[in-house]
């Protein structure tokens, strides 16, 4: 067998070796690092609250990652009452996401009038597009950005390219992507990962 061969066979079988550990341990983590990039907020700080919408489960359901966003949302509420701006391509006019969100976030004790919606965006680019006219509207100058994990180190970017001026990505603690115990669990973690990281090489080649 040809050299080159050999080496071949011996870096698949590594890859083959490193997937399946990552698949039944949750080894994937060590790539979770780089993409965080939230910090601490104090219940003094902040005029909006900006939840980047995660996506609907199938039956329009609320997703994992947009729960968790939401759940944190309303956890700075109950420190400060700020409005809440939640921003996604599924919350057009007259979704069903609209009233499943919002009797969510009543339940866990948020003013119906302290919520807001923003329905077009398709991308986190279009996130902060979109929201910046809402944003500057309410006359809002300290804005809190809550997102998961796996997905803030790419916000932060999108922000300072966007010079969106005073904001603060929250740090989260309790999140699906800390969270694999199931194998089904942790396809979809290393899937939200990865996808990440080819996300983030994107916007550094094509700004969007």
Known sequence: MKKWKKNLLIIVA????LMMVMLF???YLIFLPPLEAGADVDGTYGDVILVLGGGLKKGR???FSTEERLRLAAQLYKEKQRI????GGSLYRGSPAIKKITDFLVLLGVKLADIRFEGKSQTTFDNFAYTRKMINDMNAKEIIVCTSPYH???????LEYLKFGNFKIVRMTQSEIYQADSLTQRLRNMKLIFREYMAIIKFKVFKK
């Open 14 to 17: 590594l890859l083959a070796l």
């Open 84 to 87: 809440i701006l939640i921003s």
């Open 25 to 27: 341990t949750n080894l």
């Open 61 to 63: 359901q609320i997703g």
């Open 152 to 158: 803030q180190e790419r916000a932060q970017m999108m």
